[in-house]
């Protein structure tokens, strides 16, 4: 075996230093792996350890208890953790292996692949962690970790996954994988190496040069997108939110935008009709822009709708209820505005 001499340093590496108290290694339920999957997509480990991980598994134990839940009560539970789509796509999924796999996830990759957001690296995930299948993982710090150790500056998805099976320790995978992203959160780090700790050190062909593996991308400066949101309010003191439809938060609930560069006139005209109250301003980013928004309180319905129809399939709802709908994190900033506001008067 070419990388034999490798896969028993990584093995012993691991076993001396390697985060093997992480809860979702220490499981072997498929569904329990599955979840961790999916929040460490875009979220570092110690925000998913910290907040989410344990909590949501203790509200939806089981595929069962998850695809009966409903899907407002799924997306609440995800609230802050970001990339929405995610929990409704984990919803829907789990419902498909509630329907045709008998509530247990399929073992194979093939199948895997089918359901809902699951995409090559977490069906090799679930297979390899879950079913001790002998394939590799293409998670963001094992692929820097791979572009080093074969001095790779730029490597397209089908370079990296056969170099991923090239250096594959067949006989122990759980390990291997479980490894090599630790180096790569721990040791072969982005701007930081430590290459005299790294037990691939002896072949790896970059580490002279590990800046230039893979090559940095050009950063791009962040558009910042300015809004009006407005609070509407009954003369119940209910408020007025509309349920999400895009893919952008979609799920969640949110208060009438007015995007100041499309809907300016219009937004304006309300605010300046006669009862608009000034809450203040909330900013917020995200992974593509930055929102800034200036925060408004008035009464009644809307009566002119954004252009992108925002408002349009909104509900009046009681203060109690809006804390127990999903929100994001902006909306929550909102809310907590109003909350302000109706203290002081």
Excluded at 40 to 47: A, E, P
């Amino acid at each position: 075996m070419a990388y034999k001499a490798i896969h028993k340093k990584l093995h012993q590496w691991y076993q001396k230093y390697g985060r093997k108290d992480l809860p979702w290694r220490i499981t072997d339920d498929p569904y329990h792996i599955w979840v961790s999957e999916v929040m460490l997509q875009q979220t570092q480990v110690s925000t998913v350890l910290e907040r989410y991980y344990t909590p949501f598994l203790a509200e939806f134990p089981t595929i069962d208890v998850l695809a009966a839940a409903p899907y407002d009560k799924v997306m609440k539970n995800w609230e802050g953790l970001g990339y929405y789509r995610r929990a409704g796509n984990l919803h829907k999924a789990a419902q498909l292996v509630n329907q045709h796999y008998n509530s247990k996830l399929p073992s194979d990759i093939a199948s895997l692949k089918e359901l809902p957001d699951i995409g090559r690296n977490t069906a090799h995930a679930i297979s390899c962690f879950g079913f001790n299948a002998p394939v590799p993982i293409m998670e963001a710090n094992l692929r820097r970790v791979l572009c080093r150790f074969f001095a790779l500056e730029k490597a397209g998805e089908k370079e990296l996954w056969e170099k991923s099976y090239l250096l594959l320790d067949q006989e122990n995978s759980f390990d291997y994988n479980q490894a090599m992203m630790d180096i790569g959160a721990l040791i072969c780090r982005k701007h930081v190496t430590y290459c005299e700790r790294c037990p691939l050190a002896e072949r790896c062909i970059g580490k002279k040069e590990p800046g230039r593996y893979p090559l940095p991308k050009v950063s791009k400066v962040t558009p910042i997108r300015k809004k009006n949101i407005i609070i509407y309010q009954n003369d119940h003191g209910e408020l007025w939110l509309s349920a999400r439809e895009t893919n952008f938060l979609g799920g969640l609930y949110g208060f009438v935008e007015y995007d100041l560069a499309q809907d300016i006139k219009e937004a304006n005209h309300l605010i300046e009709e006669g009862n608009g109250v000034h809450l203040g301003g909330v900013r917020q980013s995200y992974s593509h822009f930055i929102l800034e928004a200036d925060v408004w309180l008035k009464s009644g319905i809307p009566e002119i709708w954004p252009n992108d129809g925002g408002g349009v399939n909104g509900k009046w709802y009681s203060k109690s209820i809006v804390d127990k709908l999903p929100l994001s994190r902006a909306d929550e900033k909102i809310l907590r505005l109003f909350i302000a506001y109706e203290e002081e008067e």
